[in-house]
């Protein structure tokens, strides 16, 4: 009975983890196309988010027939609970990866999100993702615990992005009319290590 109940959390722990490495594709397609010069795959981070949105379904059924079948308790419930929160985070990162490339479309300068720090932002919101996605792996609560402390450096991207996007509308440059959406996009990966964030939160709670 035990044994056919760890089979069916290990096809769970693997479902996690090709979730997990399909936002990490995304959010390294992400990246490059916010990179000085970077190629722009937008239709495969659109094609990600689609999959994405597969996989949570799949999993959330995957986690609704392991409650009713196998009821379990203690820190299998808790691995199970934290599971279905946790897809929702990595659902949100990718399409908050499909926004960004939505906005792209409308940046006309390939050099103008880098010049605001958007790649350095992004590349630092994939170290969280990738940092959550392992502590679950590993069950390793103070990786967990240095993802949810990265969130700070993200935020202060954030604040960087912002304040020189506003300087590009001070100064009437000729990007400014872009403005808009470069902040919109610092927008997305400030909510995006915020999700990051939440996964390591619901990491630590499974291992509690």
């Known amino acids: 009975m035990r044994t056919g109940f760890d089979d ?11 979730m997990g ?16 010069n970077g ?4 239709d495969r981070i659109e094609e990600l988010s689609r999959i994405i949105d597969e996989k949570e379904r799949e999993i959330e059924n995957l986690c609704l027939k392991l409650l009713l079948r196998r009821q379990p308790v203690a820190r299998d419930l808790r691995t199970i609970s934290s599971a279905m ?7 949100r990162i990718g399409d ?8 792209l479309k409308f940046i006309s300068s390939p050099i ?3 010049a605001v720090g958007l790649d350095v932002m992004s590349r630092k919101v994939i170290d969280m993702v990738t940092a959550a996605v392992d502590a679950f792996v590993k069950s390793d609560a103070r990786k967990a615990e240095q993802v949810i402390a990265g969130d700070d450096a993200v935020d202060g991207c954030f604040v960087d992005a912002k304040e020189k996007i506003t300087e590009l509308i001070r100064k009437a440059s000729p990007e400014a009319e872009e403005a808009p959406d470069l902040l ?3 927008k997305y990966l400030e909510r995006m ?3 990051a964030a939440s996964l390591a939160r619901w990491v630590k709670n499974a291992l509690e």
């Open 8 to 18: 069916e959390l290990e096809v769970l722990y693997v479902d996690m983890i090709r």
């Open 21 to 36: 490495s399909l936002a990490e594709e995304s959010l390294s397609l992400v990246a490059v196309a916010l990179s000085r």
């Open 39 to 42: 190629e722009r795959n937008l």
């Open 85 to 91: 929160k946790m897809i929702v985070d990595i659902e």
């Open 96 to 103: 908050n990866a499909g926004d960004i490339s939505e906005m």
């Open 112 to 114: 103008l999100p880098s």
């Open 184 to 186: 919109m996009i610092a």
């Open 193 to 195: 290590g915020d999700h």
